[in-house]
C-alpha cells in the first residue's frame, strides 16, 4: 500500500492528473478492442488466426516504425495537445467502422489506420509527463502510468470475455470509440499550453529525426535498453499472437478463459509496475530490463504443456517481464535526455523499439503456423538466444560513462 500511496502521489499534480485521465479512459476502450480483434480474426479466418493476428500486428507496428519520429518532431514544434487530440479524434473513426469488417483486408487497412494514429500520440505522451512533472516525480509518473495500463489489461480483458457473449465481439469496437472522444476531450481542455521551448531548430525535419537517433545510440544504458527489447518483443509476439489460438483452439476452451488469460498477463505487469516504484533508486534500470527480459522469455517456454492454471500463472510472469522491460527504459529515457530533445528522443526510441516487433511479429506467426506444437518452445529459446548474444557483447553498455 505505501508504494501505491507513493505513486498516486503524483496526481496532486493537476496538469498529470487531467492527462492521466486521457490516458486511463483511452486505454480501457483499447483493452477491449485487442479482445475483439483476435476473436474477429477467429471469426473470420478460422484455423488461420494466428497468421491473420501476426499480419496485422506486423502492420500496427510497421505504422509505429515510419510515424514516431515525425511525432517527436511535432511534439517539439506546436502545442503538445494537438496531435493528442487529432489522433483521438481520428482512432474513434477508425474503431467505429470495425464492427462492419468481414474481409482480412478490411482488417489490415483499419488496423494500420489505427496504430499510424496511436504512433502520433504515444511519443507525444511520454514526452509531457516529464514537461508537466517535476524531476523528482517524472518516476512516479511513468510507474503509475504504466501500471494503470496494466490494471486495464487486468480488467480490460475479462469484462471484453464476458461482453463478447452478451454483444458479440464486434460491438466491443464501439465502447473504444466511446472512451477515445472521452479521452480527446480531456486533453483539449487541458488548462495550459504544452509547448516548449525550442533551442536550436533544424530547417528541415529530417534533422530532428537524426537528432534523436543519434542521441539514442550515442548513450550507452539507452543502446543496451534499446537491444534487449528485441528479444523482449520476441517474447511478447507470442504471447500477444499465440494466445488465443492456444486457449481457444489447444485448450478447447471460449472467450472468457481468453479473457481470464490475458488479465494473468495484465496483473503480473501490474505488479511488476508497482515494484519498480519501490525499487528505483535501489537497483539499476538496465538491471530491471535485464531481469526483465529473462523472465518474459522463460515465461514462454512451457506454455504448450501447460493447463489453464498453469498458462495463468505463466503469463502472469510474462506480464510482469514486460513491465520491467518497458517502464524502465521510459524512465531511462528522461534521467538521460535535456527536456529541449525528449520529443524527438522519444520518438526516435518510439520506431526503433517496434522495428523489432515488425521482426517478431512475422516470427510469431510462421511458428504458430508450421509449428502450432512448440511455436512457444522455439521462439521462447530463439528469445533467450538474443538475450544472451546481448549480455555477452553489449553488456560494459550498461555503466553510464
Avoid at 503538445?80 to 467505429?96: E, K, Q
Avoid at 508497482?274 to 530491471?288: D, K, V, Y
Amino acid at each position: 500500500m505505501g508504494t501505491l500511496s507513493r505513486l498516486l502521489q503524483s496526481l496532486r499534480n493537476p496538469l498529470f492528473a487531467r492527462l492521466y485521465a486521457a490516458q486511463t479512459t483511452s486505454l480501457l476502450g483499447d483493452a477491449f478492442t485487442w479482445v475483439a480483434l483476435a476473436l474477429l480474426a477467429l471469426e473470420v479466418s478460422g484455423a488461420k488466426s494466428a497468421s491473420i493476428l501476426a499480419g496485422a500486428l506486423t502492420l500496427r507496428v510497421t505504422a509505429s516504425v515510419l510515424l514516431p519520429p515525425w511525432a517527436g518532431i511535432l511534439a517539439n514544434r506546436v502545442d503538445r495537445r494537438r496531435p493528442m487530440v487529432g489522433a483521438d479524434l481520428g482512432r474513434t473513426g477508425g474503431v467505429g467502422l470495425m464492427p462492419w469488417v468481414g474481409e482480412v483486408w478490411q482488417i489490415y487497412t483499419l488496423m494500420f489506420l489505427l496504430n499510424a494514429l496511436t504512433a502520433f500520440f504515444t511519443p507525444v505522451y511520454q514526452a509531457a509527463l516529464p514537461q508537466v512533472m517535476k524531476q523528482k516525480d517524472y518516476a512516479q509518473a511513468i510507474a503509475l502510468s504504466g501500471a494503470t495500463y496494466e490494471v486495464l489489461g487486468v480488467l480490460g480483458p475479462g469484462i471484453a470475455g464476458a461482453l463478447a457473449g452478451l454483444l458479440g465481439a464486434r460491438n466491443l469496437f464501439l465502447l473504444n470509440g466511446v472512451t477515445l472522444m472521452f479521452s480527446a476531450l480531456l486533453i483539449l481542455t487541458l488548462p495550459v499550453s504544452l509547448r516548449v521551448e525550442r533551442g536550436k531548430a533544424h530547417a528541415n525535419p529530417v534533422g530532428d529525426v537524426r537528432e534523436g537517433t543519434l542521441w539514442l545510440w550515442r548513450d550507452g544504458p539507452m543502446r543496451y535498453a534499446l537491444l534487449l527489447e528485441l528479444p523482449a518483443a520476441v517474447s511478447g509476439a507470442l504471447v500477444l499472437v499465440g494466445t488465443v489460438g492456444l486457449v481457444r483452439g489447444k485448450l478447447g476452451l471460449d472467450a472468457l478463459e481468453y479473457g481470464w488469460t490475458m488479465a494473468g498477463f495484465g496483473i503480473g505487469a501490474t505488479l511488476a509496475a508497482l515494484s519498480m516504484g519501490a525499487w528505483e533508486n535501489r537497483i539499476p534500470r538496465t538491471t530491471f530490463i535485464f531481469l526483465g527480459t529473462l523472465v518474459y522469455s522463460v515465461a514462454v517456454l512451457p506454455a504448450e504443456w501447460a493447463s489453464l492454471p498453469l498458462v495463468l500463472f505463466l503469463w502472469v510472469l510474462a506480464g510482469a517481464g514486460q513491465n520491467w522491460v518497458n517502464l524502465p527504459t521510459q524512465a531511462l529515457i528522461a534521467d538521460r535526455t535535456p527536456e529541449a530533445l525528449q520529443g524527438r528522443v522519444y520518438g526516435a526510441h518510439f520506431a526503433w523499439s517496434h522495428l523489432w516487433w515488425v521482426l517478431a511479429y512475422p516470427v510469431a506467426g510462421w511458428l504458430g503456423t508450421h509449428f502450432p506444437e512448440r511455436s512457444f518452445l522455439y521462439g521462447g529459446l530463439m528469445a533467450l538466444g538474443l538475450l544472451l548474444g546481448v549480455e555477452l557483447l553489449f553488456r560494459s553498455w550498461k555503466r553510464p560513462r
